[in-house]
Nanobody, 122 residues
């Protein structure tokens, strides 16, 4: 089993930055694909960044290069650096883990954290 705990969410002004952190435990960190997702009321959960066990990363074009995912191999932590945040980025952000290859599909992720709220004001 895998346990995921997110932290780092909060309230930030437009143009500001936040760094979210996801701590994983219970399984070999290097065997997991990790992803950060967000969910806005009325919309499907969507991927904002993903990282495979072998270092590949994926970012949807809609992120416009503002988000970066980092993996700390020694601490089993996956961070999401978010820059130039805008009000439309307001959402509940989730960390997900998948036993397999990097995927953009949230349906294949087996483990989830409880989420951390990010709110961006004008």
């Amino acid at each position: 089993q895998v346990q995921l705990v997110e932290s780092g969410g909060g309230l930030v002004q437009a143009g500001g930055s936040l760094r979210l952190s996801c701590a994983a435990s219970g399984r070999s960190y290097n065997s997991l694909a990790m992803g950060w997702f967000r969910q806005i009321p009325g919309k499907e959960r969507e991927l904002v960044a993903a990282s495979s066990w072998n270092g590949a990363t994926y970012y949807p074009d809609s992120m416009n290069g503002r988000f970066t995912i980092f993996r700390d191999e020694n601490k089993n932590i996956v961070d999401l650096q978010m820059n130039n945040l805008q009000p439309e980025d307001t959402a509940l952000y989730y960390c997900g883990a998948h036993i397999g290859a990097l995927s953009i599909n949230p349906s294949v992720y087996e483990y989830w954290g409880q989420g951390t709220q990010v709110t961006v004001s004008s």
